[in-house]
């Protein structure tokens, strides 16, 4: 076996158990998968790489790294000479700066590992250059990059800084304006049909008459892409769902722990934990959080909440 074709079979296998791996691709995921558009990506954010060709690249999900929800992550590989780790979101979260730099570390391990490069090594690694970019389909005002540094650490010198350019798309209808335009379109189709099969079908038929990614949804189908993103909408209703209650229960909880320690202090305290715990991707242990003192207590001392 190659090298990159051990290295796809690696970042395609991902490190937690075969139980975690339920989660579906996202359209973003999909789309890019292709060999076409994934190249299409690649020439977008840099247009001077004109002679390369589907050939050139390697293109890898970011498989249930961090939990076993839907992976929105996707790696391209490019000769071997730099990787590009893209991630889109439609909800600001600077958290994401976290994420990738758990994805990074993923993709080098995966790629020494393929390549049999050792590590302990006198002579220094020949290591793929790492970009970083968010495609953020959402409508709220934010900055053009975002630093790790200056996001969780400002002010202070670190021995570590990543950094994520932020594209919103444009007017240019290359695939990334596609992508937000066919993101947009799903959200006015969700405000007016609700989350459902009817959005989704609605949404696929605008893009495949505007020319919107017309060649991802004429390929795939029209049942099999509304099949794909209703599993989607169940995902994304049911973690709604279950934030909300463990909200629910959070702050009932702290209500009565409030009658011990003072109301308002309580809710504070809980609250906090609870929304630090969802935003770190655990919401197992809010909800537990939530309804077992003595577990609670223990996320405390943790999270460093007094």
């Known amino acids: ?47 001077e790489l004109n002679d390369y060709t589907v050939d050139d690249i390697a293109t890898v999900t970011i498989r249930n790294i961090l939990t076993n929800k839907s992976y929105n992550g996707l790696g391209i590989l490019a000769r071997d000479t730099f990787v590009i780790l893209v991630e889109a979101q439609s909800t600001w979260s600077e958290n994401i700066l ?24 006198e002579k220094r690694l020949s290591l793929p250059k790492p970009e970083f970019y968010v495609i953020y389909t959402g409508t709220e005002n934010h900055p053009d990059r975002l630093s790790f540094s200056e996001t969780f650490f400002p002010g202070e010198k670190l021995s570590v800084e990543i950094t994520a350019d932020i594209l919103r798309g444009g007017n240019e209808g290359n695939v990334i304006d596609q992508y937000v335009e066919y993101a947009h379109e799903l959200d006015r189709n969700i405000q007016k049909y609700g989350r459902g099969a009817e959005a989704a079908r609605e949404t696929v038929q605008y893009c495949i008459e505007h020319n919107v990614l017309r060649e991802y949804f004429v390929t795939r189908g029209m049942e099999e892409v509304v099949n794909s993103m209703m599993t989607l909408f169940d995902d994304e209703t049911i973690m709604r769902n279950h934030d909300a209650r463990v909200r629910r229960e959070a702050k009932a909880e702290g209500k009565a722990e409030g009658k011990a320690e003072g109301k308002a202090e309580g809710e504070n305290r809980l609250g906090a934990l609870v929304s630090r715990l969802i935003n770190a991707g655990r919401v197992n242990d809010a909800s537990r959080a939530a309804s077992d003192p003595e577990y609670r207590e223990k996320l405390y001392a943790e999270m460093g909440i007094a």
């Open 1 to 47: 076996m190659q090298p990159e074709e051990k290295f796809i079979e690696l970042m395609n296998a991902g490190d937690e158990p075969s139980t975690k791996r339920d989660a579906k691709a996202s359209v973003f995921t999909d789309v890019f998968g292709m060999p076409v558009y994934g190249l299409e990506l690649l020439k977008t954010l840099h247009p």
């Open 98 to 121: 976290v994420r990738i730099l758990i994805y990074l570390a993923y993709t080098y391990k995966n790629y020494i590992i393929a390549h049999e490069l050792d590590v302990y090594d």
